[in-house]
């Protein structure tokens, strides 16, 4: 069975960072995309950035030129590093990978989710 589960997540001052970790378990062949959303109370999901295969990114214009998404296939972990953070970056950011595993292949799996408070 394919797991994500996220860490990193806590609690900072508007300003400082915070880096993030995806880690991805299981009967792995391949990984597709691996993602960063994150959802407010009360808000829609959101997604903040992407990173595919090949190493292309996307980000949500809210978090372009703080955040920075990575991933290490090695490891099958995926990574944002949060940087100038603001007290509207507060939210449960999950992680999402596509991922061709024992059914051989691609499914959505999602994290649990790893709360990040920004304080002003």
């Known amino acids: 069975q394919v797991q994500l589960v996220e860490s990193g997540g806590g609690l900072v001052q508007a300003g400082g960072s915070l880096r993030l970790s995806c880690k991805v378990s299981?009967?792995?062949?391949?990984?597709?995309?691996m993602s960063w959303y994150r959802q407010a109370p009360g808000n829609q999901r959101d997604l903040v950035a992407t990173i595919t295969n090949t190493g292309r990114t996307t980000y949500a214009d809210s978090v372009k030129g703080r955040f920075t998404i990575s991933r290490d296939d090695a490891k099958n972990t995926v990574y944002l590093q949060m940087n100038s953070l603001k007290p509207e970056d507060t939210a449960v950011y999950l992680c999402y990978s596509s991922v061709n595993g024992p059914s051989g292949y691609y499914q959505d799996y999602w994290g649990q989710g790893t709360q990040v408070t920004v304080s002003s």
């Open positions: 299981g009967r792995i062949f391949s990984i597709n995309v």
